[in-house]
T-cell receptor, first 115, second 111 residues
Framework: NAGVTQTPKFQVLKTGQSMTLQCAQD?????MSWYRQDPGMGLRLIHY???????DQGEVPNGYNVSRSTTEDFPLRLLSAAPSQTSVYFC??????????????FGNGTRLTVT | KNEVEQSPQNLTAQEGEFITINCSYS?????LHWLQQHPGGGIVSLFM???GKKKHGRLIATINIQEKHSSLHITASHPRDSAVYIC?????????????FGPGTSLSVIP
């Protein structure tokens, strides 16, 4: 049981380049999300998904796309990287269904630098 | 004003000291989480609380729902406790899993 697996761990991009951050979980969680973490600020929600085929925007969605073709995978795409997207990115999953509480499970993070 | 606040922002302690980190929040919640993040590392869930108190080893978490306040205590602190501790609240009655994170408390335990 690997939990939440996130790749890559580090990435350097030039402005305008594109890339995909991968996230996979093996806990059969319906709910998955992407956060970014910036110094002095709490984690902020980028996009989330309540199940395969369903995604929605979070607090800071601009510049990012997501898709959820399977329960297990939830990739985050940067179509044209900007220096403002330099951050640490975390993928998370849980079994939230709206009426119960479930522990939060995070990946190990991706440290992205855009030059 | 941030919906989740933590104090102190930074904390340095001597090994063996008793440590308290505080969290206050302003929204209605269904649960509060305490998370730990080691430097350069991932985020690990320590506790999930909706009332009362929980204990795991040297860590104790308490919550007062009426006062919208939670504390994380570390007894007999050790250098391996050095990490950022994050308070997060799960907001009540939302259409998605709205989790609001505090800014974190950076703890350094010196031998």
């Amino acid at each position: 049981n690997a939990g939440v697996t996130q790749t890559p761990k580090f990435q350097v991009l030039k402005t305008g380049q594109s890339m995909t951050l991968q996230c996979a979980q093996d806990m059969n969680h319906e709910y998955m999300s992407w956060y970014r973490q910036d110094p002095g600020m709490g984690l902020r929600l980028i996009h989330y998904s309540v199940g395969a085929g369903i995604t929605d925007q979070g607090e800071v969605p601009n510049g990012y796309n997501v898709s959820r073709s399977t329960t297990e995978d939830f990739p985050l795409r940067l179509l044209s990287a900007a220096p403002s997207q330099t951050s640490v990115y975390f993928c998370a999953s849980n079994s939230w269904s709206g009426i119960d509480n479930s522990p939060l499970h995070f990946g190990n993070g991706t440290r992205l630098t855009v030059t | 004003k941030n919906e989740v606040e933590q104090s102190p922002q930074n904390l340095t302690a001597q090994e063996g000291e008793f440590i308290t980190i505080n969290c206050s929040y302003s929204v209605g919640i269904s649960a509060l989480h305490w998370l730990q993040q080691h430097p350069g590392g991932g985020i690990v869930s320590l506790f999930m609380l909706s009332s009362g108190k929980k204990k795991h080893g040297r860590l104790i978490a308490t919550i007062n729902i009426q006062e919208k306040h939670s504390s994380l205590h570390i007894t007999a602190s050790h250098p391996r406790d050095s990490a950022v501790y994050i308070c997060a609240v799960r907001e009540l009655k939302t259409s998605y899993d709205k989790v609001i994170f505090g800014p974190g408390t950076s703890l350094s335990v010196i031998p």
